[in-house]
């Protein structure tokens, strides 16, 4: 099960990466159009560069690489039932920001939806092995 926790976590922490690495293109091309831009209706762009995308004057892709990094290292040390303690705070902005999308921005966000689904993971997963 550990690995399992592993693997969803580096999964998380590669897409958190790549949003980060999207949100740089745009800011440097305002035109660049990312893989996940499926549609009006269907864009990480519209998240990434939304009043949304922020906490605090912080990117969420960079809290969430942040996240994943400790949350890893939290794997390999004798305090790894601190990644469930970690979690639930972490759920807590998944929820908000799943509402966010879905109902305020009205946008299905693919890497967005994709994050929230690995934190619901490693929630899960944390809760169990530890």
Not at 20 to 49: G, M, Q, W
Not at 61 to 80: E, K, R
């Amino acid at each position: 099960m550990i690995i399992a926790l592993r693997l969803i976590i580096a999964l998380g922490l590669i897409l958190s990466l790549y949003s980060f690495y999207v949100e740089k293109k745009i800011a440097k091309n305002k035109k660049y159009s990312p893989l996940c831009d499926i549609s009006s209706k269907a864009s990480c762009k519209k998240s990434f560069t939304s009043k949304y995308g922020h906490i605090f004057l912080v990117s969420n892709s960079l809290l969430g690489i942040g996240f994943y990094l400790v949350a890893l290292l939290l794997t390999f040390s004798s305090f790894a039932s601190l990644i469930f303690y970690m979690a639930l705070p972490s759920m807590l902005m998944t929820l908000y920001l799943a509402y966010i999308s879905f109902f305020i921005q009205k946008n299905f966000c693919l890497v967005c939806t994709s994050i929230y689904l690995v934190n619901i993971l490693v929630l899960i997963l944390a809760n169990n092995i530890f």
